[in-house]
């Protein structure tokens, strides 16, 4: 989803205005759909959003003014999106902020409509005056909303267009943060719009220093580690959309414990089927905490496999509640069984957190697919069949 | 702390160095510190830790960096090659 390809955007508009009878909404940047929430126009931030303290006269008119301290109900939010709770509608309104009491010298600095990549950005910066570019990026975070070209060259140049950005300063420069660069082009930036773009650091908190010394980052700040705390803060969402899955097999996995097996079916669905439940979760567990947490550690470099080690110690520890049971055929399928399905369960677990990782290239995700796709598909079909066979055999 | 390595042989990666005009933005975008300079030139240093999201080739000025940019994440290719809607997790 790239923008431009080359043409030129503004430019383009402005030529075809000129010499196009045809309708504008045509031919106007074909490339991308207009941002969300917008597809009638573009509209001023609302001024009545809960974390706006005052409004700040200036020569366009008045801009919202925020400021660096979070509110309880900033970060009661930011826990929230943190649980998978409206973390997809966690917005602010694009538009021109006032962190302060900007003036024209002060910096721009630009930011994605996602509440906690804004309120990030604006914590970062305690007595600090600077004006906040807020994009339309349909609420997604920065770097995943450059990945996918909506904080793009195109969004850039048309909301400070929109914002009448250039009539409040006079310097003409903007401070992106170096994650949106896979969405704009800083050379077209300033072939349509005359402004600078400077790539600031990748945290927002490296910005008070990276200011105060002349807009020049250290090598560390333009690195993109994946510490253990940043991937501890990852976990939760990981676990609920798993959870979501588990909580619409639970009633499967306890109505198959309860066929078959040695007593009558709620006596089955109380011992095997929670057995089962059980045994599930604790893979599910393995592969969407265990596995993000302990990622550096894990031996191999494919998160399947990461996930799989996981995934197998939890094969072990339920294989030391099955062992007595499985000198019988039966008993010895239920353990062979789950030594497959949770692998599989934690193995697939642990390669979806490849889209939550800062390091993995598509080309690697798509070559870890092909065979860990397969084995997972293959291994929980085998494992289940065992378990569901092994209700039925003595 | 040492960067994370993921998988290797697979990036897509390419420099072009007759294009190159040695501005250095590839080298400032880079997460992943993988192009380093040499001699006017920028220079593919560190292959493997290439994550391909694109950001070097998107602000070369010269067209002289090109990768299949995309991002790297499972969900986002299950959901593509089921056809669906919605690209990964965020």
Not at chain 1, 21 to 31: A, C
Not at chain 1, 134 to 147: P, R
Not at chain 1, 214 to 220: D, I, W
């Amino acid at each position: 989803m790239r923008m431009f390809h080359g043409t030129g955007g503004f430019q383009e508009r402005n030529i075809m205005k000129k010499s196009s009878k045809k309708p504008l909404e045509s031919v106007v940047f074909p490339m991308v759909a207009l941002p969300p929430g917008e597809e009638n126009g573009m509209r001023p931030a609302d001024l009545h959003q809960p974390f706006i303290i005052g409004l700040l006269k200036t020569a366009i008119g008045e801009i919202p003014r925020v400021s660096s301290a979070l509110s309880g109900r900033d970060r009661w939010g930011a826990i929230k999106a943190r649980w998978d709770v409206g973390r997809m509608h966690y917005t602010v309104d694009p538009g021109l902020y006032a962190l302060g009491t900007p003036d024209e010298n002060s910096p721009v600095l630009v930011s994605a409509n996602y509440k906690m990549s804004f309120d990030r950005l604006r914590r970062a910066l305690p007595g600090r005056d600077a004006w906040i570019l807020v994009l339309n990026t349909g609420g997604i975070n920065v770097w995943c909303a450059a990945g996918k070209g909506t904080f793009g060259t195109q969004e850039l140049v048309r909301r400070m267009e929109f914002c009448n950005l250039s009539k409040v300063l006079n310097h003409r420069r903007l401070i992106l943060p170096q994650l949106s660069a896979p969405g704009v082009a800083s050379h077209k930036v300033k072939k349509f719009s005359g402004f600078e773009v400077v790539y600031g650091p990748i945290r927002a908190e490296d910005l008070p220093s990276f200011l105060d010394s002349g807009m020049k980052a250290t090598p560390a700040m333009r690195i993109k580690t994946f510490p253990f705390r940043e991937r501890l803060v990852l976990v939760p969402v990981e676990l609920v959309e798993a959870m979501k899955i588990y909580l619409l097999i639970l009633p499967v996995l306890l109505f198959l414990g309860g066929l078959g097996g040695p007593g009558g079916f709620w006596y089955n669905v109380v011992h095997a089927g929670f057995f089962a439940a059980v045994a599930v979760l604790s893979a599910i567990v393995a592969g969407a905490v265990l596995t993000p947490i302990l990622l550096p550690w894990l031996p191999g470099r494919a998160f399947a496999l990461k996930g799989t080690w996981m995934g197998g110690l939890t094969a072990a520890s339920l294989v030391a509640f099955l062992l007595p049971g499985s000198h019988t055929t039966g008993g010895l399928m239920e353990l062979v069984g789950w030594c497959l399905l949770a692998p599989a369960v934690a193995a697939y677990l642990g390669m979806n957190f490849t889209g939550a990782s800062t390091y993995t290239s598509l080309s690697g995700v798509k070559k870890e697919m092909r065979w860990a796709v397969p084995m997972e598909i293959g291994a929980a079909v085998i494992g289940l069949g065992l378990w569901i066979t092994s209700r039925f055999v003595a | 702390m040492e960067d994370l390595i993921y998988l290797k042989n697979v990036v897509t990666l390419k420099l072009d160095q007759e294009k190159c005009v040695g501005c250095g933005m590839c080298l400032v975008v880079c997460p992943h510190a993988v192009l380093a300079m040499n001699d006017g030139h920028a220079q593919i240093e560190k292959k493997d830790a290439c994550m391909e999201c694109g950001a070097c080739a998107q602000n070369c000025p010269t067209e002289a960096i090109t990768v299949q940019a995309g991002v790297g994440c499972a969900a986002a290719v299950i959901n593509s090659a089921l056809g669906r809607q919605g690209n990964c997790c965020c």
